[in-house]
């Protein structure tokens, strides 16, 4: 597995345009076999979504390597993730960050990020059975410094930009129509945040959102 993970790396990830270090250094440190399903352990470094139980899966690498990147997580970043999933990203965003909420609306999945969180020894993370738009009883005293939601959204969810730090940055999927696409959201405190369109993806979509009015691109 130490060979799958290092040509991940290398044949996916750099060659898909990736070139922040701490993003190879956090894919190296977390093993992503530990976080996939027993039965998709061969297949846990191919340059596929793994499946998950409940009907979601996990993001391609290279998704993943992407987001990460235009994260760019710092040490003392506080971070939400809205859907754990099996907590391979929780984990990967815990390898910069100071600590990391992640929410998760399956009990099954939460207990299983949980587990495998638990499992290899990571404790800045902190996984909550909620539905990942009810953040208002687990936003802390101070504003999230980063937010990454690991599904597709119709519109940008304004309320998870309102618990943004001043300078904060959001990652989503934003789904309309035929089209899916990731993007930044950095917010600015003297003007509307500045949405930037990082690539074009196929992202299933987070369950059970609330509709919010659009921003304006």
């Excluded at 130490?2 to 922040?20: D, S």
């Excluded at 965003?93 to 990571?122: D, M, W």
């Excluded at 993007?183 to 299933?204: G, H, M, S, W, Y």
């Amino acid at each position: 597995m130490r060979t799958a993970r290092a040509n991940m790396i290398e044949n996916q990830i750099r060659a898909g345009g990736v070139h922040l270090q701490s993003v190879f250094d956090a894919l190296d440190a977390i093993c992503r076999e530990d976080f996939v399903p027993s039965s998709c352990r061969a297949y846990a470094y191919a340059d596929m979504e793994i499946p998950l139980p409940c009907g979601e899966n996990m993001l391609a690498p290279l998704t993943e390597a992407r987001i990460l990147q235009a994260a760019d997580i710092r040490r003392n970043d506080n971070v939400l993730e809205i859907g754990s999933g099996s907590g391979y990203m929780a984990a990967l965003l815990s390898h910069g960050a100071q600590h990391v909420t992640t929410l998760e609306i399956e009990p099954f999945l939460a207990e299983t990020a949980a587990n495998n969180l638990a499992n290899y020894g990571i404790g800045n993370v902190t996984v909550v059975c909620e539905n990942g738009f009810s953040t208002e009883p687990y936003a802390p005293e101070h504003p999230f410094d980063v937010i990454v939601l690991s599904g597709a959204v119709s519109v940008i969810p304004e309320p998870l930009v309102r618990h943004l730090s001043p300078n904060g940055r959001m990652l989503f999927f934003l789904a309309e129509n035929s089209w899916c696409r990731a993007c930044l959201l950095q917010k600015n405190p003297a003007t509307e945040p500045d949405i930037r369109l990082l690539f074009d993806t196929a992202v299933k979509p987070l369950r059970e959102q609330p509709t919010y009015s659009r921003f304006r691109f």
